[in-house]
């Protein structure tokens, strides 16, 4: 870590960490001293005279556990922090304090003795801050966790800016390691001990590595999102908050700020008219990506519309391009069209916005005791993000995601030309043509295929209604609309809103039988392509129904309910 320390002279450093020295043994007396170092703003490369020297000791045995020193060295003030090694420990590996005492190896430090010991505990401190930033990130992202792409960086930038929101004087102290003339030896220094940190945890499958990239595990999310993690990550900036204030004020540490005009006027900066200035730290969050077709784009990108026409499609000011509203009660979208040497794109623009109580009331009251549905805007982006990216992986035919701007929940993705579902279902009740409506059927069975190897992959749709399936010009079937979709959700959901929602494509003059053959047709293809039956036949239920039986004919919901809960009967007679 001594790398770090830019040397203003190194034979009076040499003498000053002599003194430091000398005096360290003073206080550990007949104990032995497990290692020491110097840190906070000297070691990150401040040398002005006015700046207090901090000292990290640690000895085995130390009675009292904690003790705080004053001295001056060499004309420079210091503070020397004496604690136990099984509490120094302790602070590192599990946060005792807050990280109060062990934080200082967060920065770039100047070990004075036993850097192997020290360089040790830094690894253990900043694997468990890795563990706990990772943990908030699921929290946060719950759906796009899976998908961000993390560099390094981020978890140092977060572990000092976490600090500075709970104790504003270390704002100084981060800005100070950010100095233009030594942040880069800084950042390489502090980075060092995170990278070792993070492939112990590739280890412990916590995470995987990929091209100086970061990603979650599923294994590691899933445990993350547990009520438990989520009640101890409530707790700990609170604990964190109290120590530092704790420490902070301790008698001695007030009465050398009485006598340091540098330290004090830290302080008397910090106010709620100037707190802004934690803003001047770099965004952590630029160092989180999320993958898109056109490359990764960092959680802070903030292009709008115009800017996506100009930066992602190329669009110079000459060239025609026209943005047009598209309709969405509940969400807003719009179609940009860009034309370049006489061919037009189309890209499909989704804004995000919170569902306000009047909005989603009747959704809720229509489907109470059945379905929830998530209503904030950066829940709703998080899963079209994170289900969308997942599907096109697998091989699926989804538009493909071009760009998002997390800040103000824009989504951006390719225009799928194509046949909406609704249009072949309506086809089949008043098409004379019996190849026609062959066909048509047919294209029903491959929808339910489909539905079964997304559910395959333990996806449930969430908001499975035919309009949200296209027919591409390639006759492949396009799934579209991920917002209300996710992991472990209700399958059963996914059949029941499809097939009662194309019985309300149906009018009251269509027979029975061609009801039959649409619900049966979707019900063979999700079944042949290893659909479970049960599945199918609990959209049978009252539960699923009911919430239909609003704007679909009675006689409909019945015959296809019928038919679903006969799913395991139809399947046999098929295979006979």
Not at 57 to 82: E, S, T
Not at 179 to 184: A, I, M, T, Y
Not at 273 to 286: F, N, V
Not at 566 to 575: E, L, P, R, Y
Request: hydrophobic residues 40%.
């Amino acid at each position: 870590m001594g790398e770090a320390l830019i040397q203003s002279s190194e034979a009076s450093s040499k003498k000053l960490f002599g003194q430091i020295l000398d005096f360290s043994r003073h206080v550990a007396g007949s104990c032995q001293i497990a290692a020491a170092c110097v840190c906070g703003d000297y070691a990150s490369g401040l040398f002005n005279a006015n700046v207090t020297i901090e000292v990290l000791l640690v000895i085995h045995g130390f009675q009292p556990k904690l003790m705080n020193y004053l001295k001056v060295f060499d004309g420079r003030n210091a503070i020397i922090l004496a604690v136990d090694r099984g509490v120094f420990e302790m602070d590192a590996d599990r946060g005792f304090l807050g990280e109060a005492i062990a934080g200082g190896l967060i920065f770039p430090y100047v070990p004075l003795a036993n850097n192997g010991y020290l360089h040790s505990q830094e690894v253990i401190l900043k694997k468990r801050l890795i563990r706990e930033l990772l943990e908030n990130l699921v929290l946060d992202f719950p759906e796009l966790s899976y998908e961000i792409l993390i560099k390094p960086e981020y978890f140092l930038y977060e572990s000092m800016l976490s600090r500075a929101r709970l104790f504003p004087p270390m704002i100084y102290a981060v800005l100070g390691f950010m100095r233009d003339d030594v942040k880069e030896r800084n950042v390489k220094t502090a980075l060092q001990g995170y990278c070792e940190a993070l492939e112990e945890l590739e280890k412990e499958h916590a995470i995987s590595l990929s091209k100086s990239f970061v990603r979650i595990s599923r294994e590691f999310a899933d445990k993350a999102k547990s009520r438990k993690a989520r009640f101890v990550n409530l707790l700990k900036p609170a604990q964190k908050a109290l120590f530092m204030s704790l420490l902070s004020v301790f008698p001695k540490i007030v009465s050398s700020l009485s006598q340091n005009r540098h330290l004090l006027a830290r302080l008397q900066r910090i106010s709620g008219a100037d707190s802004e200035i934690i803003h001047r730290i770099e965004d952590p969050q630029k160092y989180l990506y999320v993958p898109t077709a056109t490359g990764l784009v960092p959680l802070t990108s903030r292009v709008n519309i115009g800017d996506f026409a100009r930066e992602v499609l190329s669009a110079s000011e000459d060239t025609k391009v026209s943005i047009e509203k598209i309709g969405g009660v509940l969400n807003d979208a719009f179609l940009i069209k860009v034309s370049t040497n006489g061919e037009e794109r189309k890209v499909v623009v989704k804004r995000f916005k919170d569902w306000s109580s009047f909005k989603w009331f009747p959704l809720t009251l229509w489907t109470v005791g059945t379905r929830t549905f998530a209503v904030l805007g950066r829940s709703r982006l998080e899963k079209e993000c994170t289900i969308n990216q997942l599907l096109f992986s697998k091989g699926f035919a989804v538009p493909r995601l071009l760009y998002v701007n997390h800040a103000e929940r824009l989504l951006f993705m390719d225009h799928v030309e194509g046949e909406s579902l609704e249009k072949v279902i309506r086809r089949i009740t008043e098409s004379k043509n019996a190849e026609e409506t062959k066909k048509d059927l047919n294209t029903l069975e491959r929808v339910g295929e489909t539905f079964a190897e997304v559910h395959a992959l333990n996806i449930a749709l969430g908001d499975a209604k035919p309009e949200n399936t296209l027919v591409g010009k390639g006759d492949e079937i396009y799934l579209l609309d991920f917002e209300q979709a996710s992991r472990n959700g209700d399958k059963v959901w996914d059949i029941a809103e499809f097939l009662y929602y194309a019985g309300h494509y149906l009018s009251p003059f269509v027979s029975v039988k061609s009801t039959e053959l649409i619900a049966e047709a979707f019900i063979d293809g999700y079944v042949r392509a290893g659909g479970d039956t049960n599945i199918v036949k609990k959209a049978g239920n009252p539960k699923y129904t009911k919430v239909f039986s609003v704007f679909t004919f009675p006689h409909v919901i019945l015959t296809i309910s019928n038919i679903c809960r006969k799913a395991d009967k139809q399947k046999g007679q098929k295979n006979g």
